[in-house]
């Protein structure tokens, strides 16, 4: 069973900075793209960013500069470094992967989330 596990998430003040890291881990043949996803209480999740096995990134507008999303391929895990962070950070982050199955088809799978919390 592919599992994704994160690790990194806390109480950090506005302005501050945090690493969040994901590994992957099971039976996929290869990960298309990973990315992070995030939730702020009551509202919808959001994608925050993503990156390709080719390393082409993309980040939400509201992102953008502060947050830097990068990957090994070899290991399979997926981090974002997370700068001049801001009150509307605060939610639960989950890291997705989207792969190739040891079946041969694709799929997508969700960590357990990890919470980001101001903390000012």
């Known amino acids: 069973q592919v599992q994704l596990v994160e690790s990194g998430g806390g109480l950090v003040q506005a302005g501050g900075s945090l690493r969040l890291s994901c590994a992957a881990s099971?039976?996929?043949?290869?990960?298309?793209?990973m990315g992070w996803f995030r939730q702020a209480p009551g509202k919808r999740r959001e994608q925050v960013a993503r990156?390709?096995?080719?390393?082409?990134?993309s980040y939400a507008d509201s992102v953008k500069g502060r947050f830097t999303i990068s990957r090994d391929n070899a290991k399979n895990t997926v981090s974002v470094q997370m700068n001049s962070l801001k009150p509307e950070d605060t939610g639960v982050y989950y890291c997705?992967?989207?792969?190739?199955?040891?079946?041969?088809?694709?799929?997508?799978?969700w960590g357990q989330g990890t919470q980001v919390t101001d903390s000012s």
């Open positions: 997705l992967a989207e792969g190739v199955r040891a079946t041969g088809d694709l799929a997508t799978y």
């Open positions: 099971g039976p996929i043949l290869s990960i298309n793209f």
């Open positions: 990156i390709t096995i080719g390393g082409s990134t």
